[in-house]
């Protein structure tokens, strides 16, 4: 397991405690560096030359996947040390999330992004020492495939909406519902799972509850197919009368949807950090097709309008990583960063469908076909907008935290 045993690991995380800069610099320092060669080596061989096969199936081996990232570490990097992790600031989780961007593939990147920095915070932070030897020390090492239960049919971003319910009756939770869009769902050993544990206010009747995927009356009903995020299985799962242990609860009930928006918080900064790479891949790689692409007797890099705009993406991108290391050196600081994250969530989604969208213009033909990258993240890269958020949901936090909205 991760940084058990004196391992070189372990000794990996020891060393970037000891060295570290403070959060003053959030993904800059030479130390943060180290992490993501160490990580590249392992993108490079254990990932990308599988990542088309893997599209092509429509999943990945998500055990095999997460057992190879957990030995090494980089699954509970911002994880404390007596559960498998490296113990070192959320600074050095956002630096992992911006190297797995160097994944061909959307999909991988957003599992490993619900293992490592979705379906863990609240249980690292709130869950009882049994609960995180359970299911936290598995996770971290790769044993276990992690999901997160919280969207369902009829409610996304509005999550107050959900209607999964968790029954008390002894010592035991009864759960009856169902869950939507979930993440490594066919692969999944257990579920963060939320939902309402009482009949109260909707912000006050929630709970988290750690969910082992094998209890009878757990049905996954089908992987979805979907436009992007191809190599990522998606499911539909439905709860009849499925019994869980009282003692699964994640800190204490009812708390449950604060918990979340906790969650949250780091969900949005990393789904930012992840995009930032593949955006400025997309940028290079069109320079390059376009430097060598001619049209009327010049490559159609010589164009004005076509360098002009590359430039200005460029520039957005590099805004954007800006953004997202000032909100995260406050955050490591201990700050509310709602106002910062949904910001740059905002600007995020918007900006993957700018940037995919102008560059597989100057594509042309090759653009349309599924031969190139860019093709792929104009498809993976538009889930940026909805997951953790649609723009209207970051919007109106916005505005509630600039306290504009009609009282």
């Not at 090494?72 to 956002?94: H, Q």
Request: glycine share 12%; aromatic share 8%.
């Amino acid at each position: 397991m991760a940084l058990r045993g004196g391992g070189r690991w372990a000794r990996l995380g020891s060393a970037l405690r000891g060295r570290s800069s403070g959060p003053r610099d959030a993904g800059g320092t030479p130390q943060h560096r180290d992490l993501r060669e160490a990580l590249r080596k392992i993108i490079d061989k254990e990932i990308n030359p599988f990542v088309d096969k893997w599209e092509e199936e429509g999943q990945f081996p998500a055990h095999k996947v997460f057992k190879i990232l957990g030995q090494a570490g980089f699954l509970g990097v911002d994880k404390p040390t007596e559960y498998g992790g490296m113990g070192l600031d959320f600074s050095y989780n956002i630096a992992v999330a911006e190297e797995l961007g160097n994944i061909r593939c959307g999909g991988i990147t957003m599992a490993i992004g619900v293992q490592a920095g979705m379906a863990t915070p609240a249980l690292t932070r709130f869950g009882s020492h049994e609960l995180k030897k359970q299911f936290l020390i598995p996770t971290i090492a790769g044993d276990f495939v992690a999901c997160l239960g919280i969207s369902e049919a009829g409610a996304g971003s509005d999550v107050a909406n959900i209607k999964t319910t968790a029954v008390r009756k002894g010592d035991e939770y009864v759960i009856n519902g169902g869950k939507m869009w979930i993440t490594s769902g066919t692969q999944a050993d257990w579920m963060c799972l939320l939902a309402n544990t009482s009949e109260g206010p909707p912000h006050r009747n929630k709970s988290l509850i750690c969910l082992p995927m094998n209890l009878p009356g757990i049905h996954v009903a089908r992987k979805i197919d979907k436009l992007g995020m191809r190599s990522s299985d998606t499911a539909q799962i439905f709860f009849e009368d499925v019994r869980v242990p009282c003692k699964n609860l994640i800190g204490e009930e009812g708390k449950g949807f604060t918990y979340q928006m906790l969650q949250f918080q780091e969900e949005r900064l990393w789904g930012v950090a992840t995009a930032l790479t593949p955006l400025e891949t997309i940028i290079q790689e069109t320079i390059d097709y376009t430097r060598q692409r001619e049209v009327f007797g010049q490559p159609v890099l010589h164009n004005q309008t076509v360098h002009f705009r590359l430039a200005e993406l460029a520039t957005e991108v590099e805004l954007l990583r800006s953004l997202l290391h000032r909100a995260v050196a406050l955050y490591v600081e201990g700050n509310d960063v709602t106002k910062f994250a949904s910001m740059a969530k905002l600007k995020a989604g918007r900006l993957t469908r700018e940037v995919t969208d102008s560059c597989l213009q100057f594509w042309g033909g090759m653009g349309f076909t599924s031969e190139v990258l860019v093709s792929r993240f104009y498809r993976d890269l538009r889930l940026v907008s909805i997951g953790g958020g649609t723009d209207e949901t970051m919007l109106s936090i916005i505005c509630k935290y600039m306290e504009i909205l009609p009282r």
